[in-house]
């Protein structure tokens, strides 16, 4: 057998990890007793070096029937829209992660409201919590170092043609349909 390498078990984020944290030897492709898949395995100590999604948390954030965009000023996706969003930190909840990334992003505070859904991103070793939200302060976002710009945008104006990410479009779409069917059942509070 070869070294672990990111066609072989690994997603491509990871294809940096070769050796073992334990004892530095090679990871090697195995398939571990009592396992059922090809996993990086240590070719000296015979430890599993597991390779599972990061978590992400985005805010889809509403404000007059409109929803936020921000243009990444970074890769992944340089110049292409997307909802705030970022990485979960040690002891963030997915709701606090969705409230920090959207201030360091848009500068605004938020409300978080019910998830939409988990979207994941198998090439980035990720899986994307998308959640409603709503300003909790009435000035513009503005833009910071992680992008460009930050707009409003009507429903019919989103720019599906320029959306940075899979997650992003399929949590817009859940946004919309929600937003469909909350339009449908006028009395029902908004959740």
Do not use: H, K
Not at 39 to 63: D, G, K, Q, W
């Amino acid at each position: 057998m070869q070294a672990m390498d990111a066609a072989d078990s690994a997603p491509a984020a990871y294809a940096d990890v070769r050796f073992c944290a334990a004892c530095g030897g090679v990871l090697r492709p195995d398939v571990p007793p009592g396992d059922d898949r090809l996993r990086a395995v240590c070719s000296l100590c015979r430890r599993v070096t597991y390779f599972n999604p990061r978590p992400v948390a985005m805010a889809v954030i509403e404000r007059g029937g409109r929803v936020l965009l921000a243009r990444r000023a970074i890769e992944p996706g340089y110049g292409r829209w997307t909802c705030p969003g970022g990485f979960a930190e040690l002891g963030e909840t997915p709701e606090q992660t969705a409230e920090r990334e959207t201030r360091e992003e848009c500068g605004l505070r938020v409300r978080i409201g019910a998830q939409l859904g988990a979207f994941a991103r198998s090439s980035a070793a990720v899986v994307v919590l998308a959640f409603r939200a709503w300003p909790l302060e009435r000035r513009a976002p503005r833009a910071s170092a992680e992008t460009l710009e930050v707009r409003w945008f009507a429903p019919d104006a989103i720019p599906w043609d320029q959306i940075a990410f899979d997650s992003t479009a399929e949590a817009l779409q859940a946004w919309l349909a929600r937003r469909r069917a909350r339009r449908a059942r006028p009395s029902q509070r908004r959740t």
